[in-house]
């Protein structure tokens, strides 16, 4: 896929992302730099002081995912974390004082609540909307910021970008999207004119479910100065080796997306046809309600399916019957996982509730097994 403003395709952007230039006799991407402190003789001046602010190999990462995120968009700034909660956070705590007032999804991560619990805490008012039907529109009143997850999880509802980011900045209100289900390559949420792109890199962004990543995108310089500055203070930095290794996954980033988004579109195709499988949920079907609002801002519609077996007892019997899924929460890997997402409370879901991962298997043996397991799980 050549990408209009860069016009180069994404695979390509993908595995040079963040590259430093070449140097003869140094590696193509330098490998993790372990320091608690640099040399630093005389006056204090960055870049490298100490590693609680900087480090080299997170450089080089934060400008990989700025070149995914947003390409070609001058001004642009990325600060990396040590998960995507701390990013979440950092954000919201970063962004919001006591008498503010902030629009969350009523559906969202399953975090979320516990954040709102903390941002009361502080004083700040949390109003909430569902994703679905642009919702959040409705209260947006007089709001400081306004967080968008779309599509959201685990219900893949879809929320319209640029209409919500317009009405939002006509109230002087900041925007935030979350964009770990999509990813960079899915969606670029700063072109549709948010300020603020917010992800775990934890998902499909490094794709192995071996590492913890956050990432902040975001175009206003004292709004992600203040984003900085909260990362100074907590301290919620990644490790270099996470941060390496995250950098050396985005490489495959352009190869493991569109393998697992396909096989996923494959599987939805495939899970209409099952007559007890109901709710069934994937924004790149063409008759899944969250396509048409999908197709107009996403280039890639994730690797995440969701569908409802009739009963709890159907649903545990099904996930045990799979041998190529593993019973295991997250998503995005390259293994293939399923969860029944009620066994954590927090989410709006019913009992019999799936929310299946499609990994990088391929797309027969994938399909073949879930037809399998359904059918076995029925008797
Ligand atoms: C997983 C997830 C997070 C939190 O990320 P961690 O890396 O687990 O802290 C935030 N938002 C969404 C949509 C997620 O799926």
Redesign the pocket.
């Known amino acids: 896929m050549t990408d209009s403003v860069t016009g180069v395709g994404d695979g390509t952007r993908a595995v040079r992302a963040g590259l430093p230039d070449p140097v003869k006799h140094e590696p193509t991407l330098p490998g993790p730099v372990f320091a608690a402190h640099y040399h630093l003789p005389g006056e204090v001046t960055g870049p490298y002081a100490y590693g609680r602010d900087e480090n080299p190999t997170w450089t080089h990462l934060e400008r990989a995912i700025g070149e995914l995120e947003a390409p070609g968009q001058g001004g642009v700034e990325t600060l990396v974390f040590s998960?995507?909660?701390?990013a979440?956070s950092a954000v919201l705590f970063s962004q919001l004082r006591a008498g503010d007032t902030v629009v969350l999804p009523s559906d969202?991560?399953q975090?979320l609540p516990l954040v709102r619990e903390q941002l009361e805490a502080y004083g700040i008012e949390v109003r909430t909307a569902p994703t679905g039907g642009d919702a959040q529109l409705g209260v947006l009143e007089g709001a400081k910021l306004l967080w968008i997850?779309t599509p959201s999880?685990p219900g893949l509802d879809v929320c319209d970008i640029r209409r919500l980011a317009r009405a939002a900045r006509a109230r002087g209100c900041l925007v935030a999207v979350?964009n770990?289900?999509a990813t960079p390559l899915g969606q670029r949420p700063l072109e549709l004119g948010a300020d603020f792109s917010v992800?775990?890199?934890?998902?499909q962004l490094t794709g192995h479910g071996d590492i913890?990543?956050?990432y902040v995108t975001g175009g206003g310089a004292s709004a992600m100065a203040a984003v900085r500055r909260w990362r100074k203070i907590v301290g919620a930095i990644p490790g270099p080796m996470e941060a390496w290794l995250a950098h050396r996954s985005i490489a495959t980033l352009q190869l493991r997306v569109d393998r697992q988004n396909a096989t996923a579109l494959m599987l939805a195709e495939a899970l209409r046809d099952v007559a007890e499988v109901t709710g069934l949920r994937y924004p790149g079907l063409p008759d899944d309600p969250s396509y048409k609002t999908a197709s107009q801002q996403m280039r890639r519609y994730g690797c995440v399916v969701s569908f409802s077996l009739p009963t709890r007892a159907r649903a545990d019997r099904f996930l045990d019957a799979l041998r190529l899924v593993d019973d295991a929460t997250?998503?995005g890997g390259v293994r293939s996982t399923a969860e029944r997402r009620g066994r954590w409370g927090g989410d709006a879901v019913g009992e019999g509730f799936i929310r299946f991962s499609v990994g990088a298997e391929d797309s027969g043996d994938l399909v073949a097994d879930v037809l399998r397991a359904l059918d076995e799980s029925a008797r």
Request: no cysteine; hydrophobic share 40%.
């Open positions: 998960s995507g909660m701390a979440v969202g991560y975090v997850e999880n979350d770990t289900l992800a775990s890199g934890t998902k913890l990543l956050g997250s998503f």
